[in-house]
């Protein structure tokens, strides 16, 4: 079975200390993975898509990297802002249309100035 | 370009009443998804349609829930008659494709509490 696991649940930093969220998947075969940042109240906004090992992509204070049974997504110098819940995401490599997204639970990150 | 929306925000209920949610998805996007997010956890599929077909419908609990794209840009999804259980944030979210690995934008859901 299709299986996302998030670590830590939840993660306390200082404002400036860097550190990295975890994302272990299991699927047969990984079509991509992706990132997505959610606030309260809101629905979840995307941040990076993963395609195979070894991919790294950038945005601002965040950089995701991939291999093949786990992403890490680091933040460098976080700031106050970035405090929300991180959701990962895998979508499976299967024929047909669907598009169908298993995430995991997320990892809620506080940042304090 | 203007986001998902959905409407409405906010619904609260009793058991055994019905209830509707309508979803318009991002202009041009061909496909419209309506997940489930539990308090704590990570939202999960209940449909995805392709312009107004349906493409998976796999974990859609058929003998209460229903959901139609009738032209296939607008949804609505329903739920008839709701248990205590389905107190969740349902999400709407449209892609410009299916069947790759797309970006699924979201909408900002409709938090529902059964009572």
């Known amino acids: 079975e299709d299986q996302v696991t998030q670590s830590p649940e939840a993660l306390r930093l200082q404002e400036g200390e860097s550190s990295s969220l975890n994302c272990s998947y299991t699927?047969?075969?990984?079509?991509?993975l992706f990132w997505y940042r959610q606030d309260p109240g809101k629905g979840p906004e995307f941040l990076f898509t993963?395609?195979?090992a070894g991919e790294e992509k950038e945005k601002e204070r965040l950089k995701a990297t991939l291999t093949k049974k786990e992403s890490f997504l680091h933040i460098t110098a976080p700031k106050p802002e970035d405090s929300a819940t991180y959701l990962c995401?895998?979508?499976?490599?299967?024929?047909?249309?669907?598009?169908?997204?298993?995430f995991g639970t997320g990892t809620l990150l506080a940042v304090q100035p | 370009e203007a986001g998902v929306a959905q409407s409405p925000r906010y619904k609260i209920i009793e058991k055994r009443q019905s209830v509707a949610f309508w979803c318009n998805p991002i202009s041009g996007h061909a496909t419209l998804y309506w997940y489930q997010q539990i308090l704590g956890q990570g939202p999960k599929l209940l449909i995805q349609f392709q312009n107004n077909g349906v493409v998976d419908d796999s974990q859609l609990p058929k003998d209460r829930f229903s959901a139609e794209r009738l032209k296939g840009v607008d949804s609505t999804l329903k739920i008839q008659p709701a248990k205590l259980e389905d107190s969740a944030v349902y999400l709407c979210?449209?892609?410009?494709?299916?069947?790759?690995?797309?970006?699924?934008?979201f909408g900002p859901g409709t938090r529902l509490t059964v009572t």
């Open positions: 993963l395609y195979s």
């Open positions: 699927v047969s075969g990984l079509r991509g």
């Open positions: 979210a449209s892609s410009r494709t299916s069947g790759g690995a797309s970006e699924q934008y």
């Open positions: 995401a895998v979508q499976e490599l299967r024929g047909g249309a669907t598009n169908k997204l298993i």
